[in-house]
T-cell receptor, first 117, second 110 residues
Framework: DTGVSQDPRHKITKRGQNVTFRCDPISEHNRLYWYRQTLGQGPEFLTYFQNEAQLEKSRLLSDRFSAERPKGSFSTLEIQRTEQGDSAMYLC???????????????FGQGTRLTVV | GDSVTQMEGPVTLSEEAFLTINCTYTATGYPSLFWYVQYPGEGLQLLLKATKADDKGSNKGFEATYRKETTSFHLEKGSVQVSDSAVYFCALSGANNLFFGTGTRLTVIP
């Protein structure tokens, strides 16, 4: 296992199009996170899965955004009707933890850079 | 709500200089605190962590102490190297989340 992988690494799309990103976490990790990062800012939390259950969703995540983790393994993040303001780096992270313990290390992928033109 | 406030950068230092990057936090409960580092062209990776008050996290010559009385987790290194040039993020564990600061870009010049 080489770590968290994200696909694609770069995506350019026209405004109004839909895009979907994929994240493959480290295989035994039960937790998966999506973040968005814009230039000069830290990662902003979007959503969190424990196994296949989506337990937390940021209010930043408009109804154009949806994430799934159908079998508790890989996850997809879809953005519908993209806007120029959606241009950012989308980061996925995974970790192994139990219950409410958030002290375990999160391992990050290299991200998908989205440019909406 | 939970949040992290991080020293703004960028920071430029000469090799072997002393480094401090300030981080303060606001949280309910007793979060764990982390420093993540992002080297050029790479993903975020954990540098060090501390899970309770007065704990000191350390790695690669970097240290940070969890200070509950000042709600701080400042990152320090006694002698920086060119290879330490990166963006450093302070982070705090929330209920179902990690909250990140805005990042501090460090450039170390020979």
């Amino acid at each position: 296992d080489t770590g968290v992988s994200q696909d694609p690494r770069h995506k350019i799309t026209k405004r109004g199009q839909n895009v979907t990103f994929r994240c493959d976490p480290i295989s035994e990790h039960n937790r998966l996170y999506w973040y968005r990062q814009t230039l000069g800012q830290g990662p902003e939390f979007l959503t969190y899965f424990q196994n296949e259950a989506q337990l937390e969703k940021s209010r930043l995540l408009s109804d154009r955004f949806s994430a799934e983790r159908p079998k508790g393994s890989f996850s997809t993040l879809e953005i519908q009707r993209t806007e120029q303001g959606d241009s950012a780096m989308y980061l996925c992270a995974s970790s192994l933890g139990a219950g409410d313990d958030m002290n375990t290390e999160a391992f990050f992928g290299q991200g998908t850079r989205l440019t909406v033109v | 709500g939970d949040s992290v406030t991080q020293m703004e950068g960028p920071v430029t230092l000469s090799e072997e200089a002393f480094l401090t990057i300030n981080c303060t936090y606001t949280a309910t409960g007793y979060p764990s605190l982390f420093w993540y580092v992002q080297y050029p062209g790479e993903g975020l990776q954990l540098l060090l962590k501390a899970t309770k008050a007065d704990d000191k996290g350390s790695n690669k010559g970097f240290e940070a102490t969890y200070r509950k009385e000042t709600t701080s987790f400042h990152l320090e290194k006694g002698s920086v190297q060119v290879s330490d040039s990166a963006v450093y993020f302070c982070a705090l564990s929330g209920a179902n989340n990690l909250f990140f600061g805005t990042g501090t870009r460090l450039t170390v010049i020979p």
